[in-house]
C-alpha cells in the first residue's frame, strides 16, 4: 500500500513563493507518475501539474505555467511543488497523487491516479 502526504502548505502573500512535498510511503516513486491536484471551496478538484516517470514530461495546467515547477527526489522518495507569484486564486487545498501500473489515459485527469494524499491548505493573500 502507498501512502503520500503533503507537508509545505500556509499562508503566504500574493507575490510571494511556497513549496509543497510530498512525501511516500510504501513503494518507490520512481516507478509513479506523479500530480498535484487542487480544490478551492466550492470547486471541483483541478489539475495543476504532472511529471512522468522519464521526469522529461512535465504536464502544466495553463493557470499555473511559468510560476510553478514540479520535481522529484527519488533519493527521498519525495516530490515538490515550487509555487512561485502566488495569487489569490492560487488558494485551495493542494492534492498530491500517484499513478503505479500501466501508464495509459490522461494524468491531467484525477481518475488517472491510483493513491492521493490527504492535502495541505494553500492560502493567499491579496
Known amino acids: 500500500q502507498v501512502q503520500l502526504v503533503e507537508s509545505g502548505g500556509g499562508l503566504v502573500q500574493a507575490g510571494g513563493s511556497l513549496r509543497l512535498s510530498c512525501a511516500a510511503s510504501?513503494?518507490?516513486?520512481?516507478?509513479?507518475?506523479m500530480g498535484w491536484f487542487r480544490q478551492a471551496p466550492g470547486k471541483e478538484r483541478e489539475f495543476v501539474v504532472a511529471?512522468?516517470?522519464?521526469?522529461?514530461?512535465?504536464y502544466y495546467a495553463e493557470s499555473v505555467k511559468g510560476r510553478f515547477t514540479i520535481s522529484r527526489d527519488n533519493a527521498k522518495n519525495t516530490v515538490y511543488l515550487q509555487m512561485n507569484r502566488l495569487n489569490p486564486e492560487d488558494t485551495a487545498v493542494y492534492y498530491c497523487?500517484?499513478?503505479?501500473?500501466?501508464?495509459?489515459?490522461?494524468?491531467?485527469?484525477?481518475?488517472?491516479?491510483?493513491?492521493w494524499g490527504q492535502g495541505t491548505q494553500v492560502t493567499v493573500s491579496s
Open positions: 511529471i512522468k516517470r522519464s521526469d522529461s514530461d512535465t
Open positions: 510504501g513503494r518507490t516513486l520512481s516507478s509513479s507518475v
Open positions: 497523487a500517484a499513478r503505479y501500473g500501466l501508464d495509459y489515459g490522461s494524468p491531467r485527469l484525477w481518475t488517472y491516479y491510483n493513491y
